[in-house]
Every structure is written in C-alpha cells, then in structure tokens.
C-alpha cells in the first residue's frame, strides 16, 4: 500500500511552512530582497514567466520541488514520453507529446513507432490545405471554397476555435471560418446563415464520430448541401472527416481519401496539434502551423529535461497545489492581455478541470484533498471593468495568471502601451495594495478609509512572450498542459480519462426519448425531472404529421 500524499515528509514540511507564509505578505518579501523580481524569474521556450509575485521563498519552491519528487514526478514524465499506458482506466497511451516530434525523433506505443505515422498525417493536411488555400480544390459545382466550417464539440471544437482566434493575425483572409459545436439548431443555423454550400467545406471533426452533437450536426449539414446541390456525389466534394473510427466516417458517406486520421493515444482536449487542427492548418497555412507544433516541442523539451526549480510547468503545476491544498483556494483566473487569446480561458477551462477534475485516485481511493481548482477568465483590460473588483477586495484568493506580449501585431503601438501598462499595474496592484495609512495621507475621510483599502498580497503569475506566433501559442498550451499533468502527478489522479461526462449522457438519451412519446412520462425520475418533462411536453412544438 502506497503511503498517502499527505503522510509525505514534504507534505507535512508544507503544512508546518505554509503556518509561516500565510503571515507574509509580498510587500515585506520584496523589501527583504531587492533581487526578488529577477530570482523568481525563468525563461524557456519563448516565454519569459515572472512568479517572483507568488507567496513563496526559495525554501517554499525547495520544499515544492521535494514534494514533487516525493511523488515520482520524474519517473512519471519518463512514462508519458515512453508511451506507457498511463491512462490506465481507458488502457492507453497519452502521446501527444508525439505529435509534435520532428520527424527525426522515435515516440513508441506497444512497440512501434507513432512519429512516421504522424508525418504522413500531417503531409496529408498540408497537401490538402494547399489545394484549398490555392483555390484548386473546387466544390461540386466547380467553384472554389472559401468557406470553412469545423463541426466537433469540446476537444474537437475548444482547441481549433482557440487557435483559429490566436492566430487569425496569421489567417489567409479571403476564407472564412466558423465553428459549429452545440447541439442547440441555433449554432448551426447561425453559422452557415451568410454561407453558400456550392462554396462551402465541412471538417466533421470526431475522434469516436458517435458523439451525438457532432452527428446530429454533421447530418444538418449534409442536408444544408444537399438541399442545395441536389447530388449526392457532392458530399465528397464538400465534407472530410477528422476521426479516428473509418468505419463511421464511410458509413456517413465521407470518402476515406479524405479522412485525416489520429490515434486512440490522443485526447480529446489534447488534440488541437493533431489532425484536429485541419481548420486551423486551412487558416495559417503549412508554415505556420508547423511552427506552432515547434513551439509545443520546444517546451516538451523543456518539461522533459529541465530542473525542477527551473521548470516552467512543473513550477506552475506547483504552485497550483501550493494555493489549492494550503492556502484553500478554490479557483484561478487566466488574463490574456490580449484580445486574440480570447477564447484561451475557455480552451483552459476544459484542459484544466476535464483532466483534473476528480475525486478519486488512482488507486480507487477517494482523494482526502481537493484537486482541480476552477478556471475562469476573460481577457483584460476588459475584465477590469467587470470582475476585478473581486479580485482586489472579495473575501477569496484568487491567483492570477497574466498573459501578455511585447510586441503588438498591429501598429497601434499607443493601444499595446497602455494595454501592457495596465497588466503590470494590475499585477502589482493585486501583489502590494494601498494601506489604510497611504489612503489616510491623502486625505481621504476616515469612514471611507476601509472601503478604499486594498490588503493586497493577491499572488499572480506574469507570462510575457515577445509576440504572438504560432510558436508562443504552441508554447503556451504546452505549458498548461504539462502543469496539469504535475498537478495530477502530485494529487494522483488520471487527467486522460472523463468518465463524469457519462451519467449526464446516457440519462439525456432516455429522456429524449420521452420527450416525443405521447405515452405516459415514466416514473424512473424524480418528481422534479416528471414534472418538467410533461411541462416541456405540453408547451412544445409538434411536429407536422
Ligand atoms: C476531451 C473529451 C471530450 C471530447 C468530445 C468530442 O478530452 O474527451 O471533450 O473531445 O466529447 O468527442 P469526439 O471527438 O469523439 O466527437
């Protein structure tokens, strides 16, 4: 029997230290040492990331490391290069980290190389995306398209939109893009409303292509052409399939000459660098899509070969646990100043609490500690005027990550001054406050002191990068990635598996069908589910007879 993580001689060193470190406060941290801002300092792969603003010292990341070795970290990085089946409940391998291998490089699942297999997939992308990009790839009717529309939900729908949006700076603008994900007729409707099919592409984006939402939307859009091209031949003219299951993808009539294919060894929500990234391969072009798979790379590297105390995500993932399990903070805020990254919270939020979100370990214990906290965010400056008002003065802690670049990609070069001043002030604001004294000096009457008060000591991280390139964003996701796989690490739980998802599923099934019956609603559900059922029941629409 394992030793539990909180009988860890590191663990209980934390506990004993965090008694220390809830009493200081960053302001006297900095005072006690000048260098601090360029001590907690560290660079790799691009990105320059400042966590001098968190509540440690060295003694707390001495203490972190050694907890992180406590838990094996090492050995289980080395598995997940390996290919060893890590995600155990589902029996498999969780490579992504080879998708973004140069083709030099061997990543072996059940003894065979993945690399060569992933390099033909990409060749397949990059010659189809010519095709489209040039304009030689015509639709049924002979006209070229310059419609896209990539119809997948969560692992299949965050990370394209996310990276469709980051680098639109890099998109070819004669085409355009839209995302279908929801069930809700809305999404479709909405989307293709301004479209035309003769010159419109569908990706059907699906790793199993049985997910209900994806084939309810893909059967829409087949009917959306066909409605207008009247010939079942143009089907394989305007749909491919991402997938991993040929079989369905044939049965649904996409020709398999045009499937790009992944493997069972690729998450959902780890996936936007596989064939799933065809929309965003259409939009940036070869070039800059394999450049953003070099910056994912680059920090595998990095995770894979760096010191603890100088590994980025190993140092985030850390830290994470730090505020998670000690301080009891409950969420964590992402802040992109950066209006490309806009859709980056929401990618973060499936990639964070879908892999990190459970009760149990590995072991099939319940966990005695909390795990994933919940990630939130928008992208300033406009999140200030909303929400930071919680984040300054509510009664939570919330760390920060700060997201920012050097370098705008436009020339309004004024706009990003002010947009970076206001990164660093909130940072700082939230690190040092104003005391009750400083807001005395100026004036202020004393009945308002309190309420314009600000205790500070609000830990965050900055991440700076020079630009936003298709390496930096291949970077950054690597980044969060791998600080979700220290976090499961240390909290030993499997961040490749989701059976939560499960129950809500199957019961919508059952329900859909009592939806339409007219018989009686049955009394498996609670009151509460009867009652809204024949409510919904009575005020629907029928269907013409
Ligand atoms: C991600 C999850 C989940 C998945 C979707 C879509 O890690 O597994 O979000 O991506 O349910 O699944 P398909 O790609 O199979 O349609």
Redesign the pocket.
């Not at 997948?152 to 965050?158: R, T």
């Not at 998450?267 to 996936?271: E, I």
């Given at each position: 029997m394992k030793r539990s993580l909180t009988a860890f001689h590191s663990w209980k060193a934390l506990k004993a230290h965090y008694r220390t470190m809830r009493r200081q406060h960053l302001r006297d941290l900095f005072v006690g040492d000048p260098l601090r801002g360029r001590r907690f300092a560290r660079q790799a792969a691009g990105l320059y990331v400042d966590f001098s603003k968190h509540r440690i010292t060295e003694e707390t990341l001495r203490l972190l490391v050694s907890l992180a070795h406590e838990s094996g970290l090492r050995e289980r990085i080395r598995a997940m290069f390996r290919g060893d089946r890590i995600n155990v409940t589902e029996d498999r391998a969780a490579l992504h980290v080879a998708l973004r291998a140069p083709n030099d490089h061997t990543f072996y699942v059940d003894g065979v190389n993945v690399v060569p297999s992933v390099h033909d997939v990409l060749r397949k992308m990059a010659s189809f995306s010519r095709r489209l990009r040039s304009g030689s790839w015509k639709g049924h009717t002979g006209k070229p398209v310059r419609n896209v529309v990539n119809i997948?939900?969560?692992?299949?729908?965050?990370g394209p939109l996310m990276a469709y949006e980051a680098l639109r700076y890099y998109s070819d603008r004669r085409l355009r893009f839209r995302f279908v994900s929801n069930v809700d007729g809305a999404d479709f409707t909405e989307a293709v409303l301004d479209l035309d099919p003769e010159e419109t592409l569908v990706i059907v984006?699906?790793?199993?292509?049985?997910?209900l939402e994806?084939m309810t939307n893909a059967q829409t859009a087949r009917r959306w052409i066909l409605s207008r091209l009247r010939d079942e031949r143009a089907i394989a003219r305007h749909f491919v399939a991402v997938?991993t299951n040929r079989e369905e993808v044939v049965r649904f009539g996409i020709d398999p000459s045009n499937m790009f294919e992944f493997w069972d060894w690729v998450?959902?929500?780890?996936?936007m660098d596989s064939a799933?990234g065809l929309s965003t391969m259409l939009a940036i072009g070869e070039e800059h899509f394999s450049r953003m798979l070099g910056g994912f790379h680059a920090m595998d590297e990095h995770f894979r070969r760096a010191p603890f105390d100088r590994n980025l995500p190993v140092i985030m993932g850390l830290l994470t646990v730090w505020y998670t399990n000690f301080f009891g903070a409950e969420t964590m805020a992402i802040l992109p100043y950066c209006q490309y990254l806009k859709r980056f919270p929401a990618y973060l939020q499936?990639l964070v609490m879908?892999s990190n979100g459970k009760s149990v370990t590995l072991d099939g214990a319940k966990a005695t500690y909390a795990t994933s906290p919940v990630i939130w965010g928008e992208p300033g400056t406009n999140g200030q005027h909303s929400f930071y008002q919680l984040l300054h003065q509510g009664t939570r802690l919330v760390p920060c990550d700060f997201i920012g670049f050097c370098q705008p990609l436009n020339d309004l070069t004024d706009h990003h001054d002010i947009l970076m001043a206001n990164l660093f002030a909130q940072s700082e604001a939230l690190a040092f406050g104003k005391t009750a004294a400083e807001i005395r000096a100026e004036g202020t009457p004393s009945w308002l002191v309190p309420h314009r008060t600000f205790d500070g000591n609000r830990p965050s991280t900055v991440i700076l990068a020079d630009r936003l390139t298709p390496e930096t964003l291949g970077s950054l996701v690597a980044l969060y990635e791998h600080s979700v796989f220290t976090q499961s690490v240390i909290w030993r739980i499997n961040p490749f598996d989701?059976w939560g998802?499960e129950l809500g599923k199957v019961l919508a099934k059952r329900i859909g069908d009592e939806l339409k019956g007219e018989g009686r609603v049955r009394s498996r559900h609670d009151s509460s589910t009867v009652e809204l059922i024949r409510h919904y029941r009575k005020h629907r629409v029928r269907e013409e007879r």
């Open positions: 997948g939900i969560g692992g299949s729908d965050l984006s699906s790793k199993t292509f049985t997910t994806t997938s998450g959902g929500r780890y996936s799933i499936q879908e989701q998802v």
